[in-house]
């Protein structure tokens, strides 16, 4: 059985080794257990008044079909109340970028060389009213 939850400290350091990020100290986040074991998870931070930066692990792609996408969703848009996601993508992580493009994230730029030599770092964005996986755009006429 999959759960979703909000990550405890532990849990961010759990992702955090899945994830190529520091920790900020306004780290949190929401983590899918399987049979309480994590297996994937977002971490949301650095945190203004109308976006935050997500970065996720995701080492069971099940996890995707039963809903965790809309879960992280809900918490950004509906109980944090912020408008825009942020995603910093190595170039070269093929699997991230495919699925980022997939759930509609739109590359805002590029940093040349930002993760190594000839590895550019992209910038993705997602805003709320342009999201088709956010339930509450689909409510809306």
């Known amino acids: 059985m999959i759960r979703f939850m909000p990550a405890t400290q532990n ?66 848009f509906d109980e944090a109340g912020r408008e825009l996601i942020i995603g910093l993508t190595p170039a070269d992580n093929a699997k991230a970028v495919k699925l980022n493009r997939h759930y509609g994230f739109k590359e805002h730029s590029r940093i040349p060389n930002a993760v190594r030599l000839g590895v550019d770092m992209i910038i993705f964005t997602m805003h709320r009213d342009e999201c088709s996986y956010y339930e509450g755009n689909r409510h809306a006429a």
Request: aromatic share 10%; net charge negative.
């Open 11 to 76: 849990a961010l350091k759990w992702a955090n080794q899945h994830i190529e990020c520091s920790l900020a100290e306004d780290a949190r986040g929401i983590i899918a257990l399987r049979d309480d074991i994590p297996v994937a998870a977002y971490i949301l931070q650095n945190w203004t008044e109308t976006s935050v930066q997500a970065h996720q692990a995701i080492l069971d792609p099940l996890v995707l079909k039963h809903g965790f996408f809309e879960e992280v969703l809900k918490y950004i």
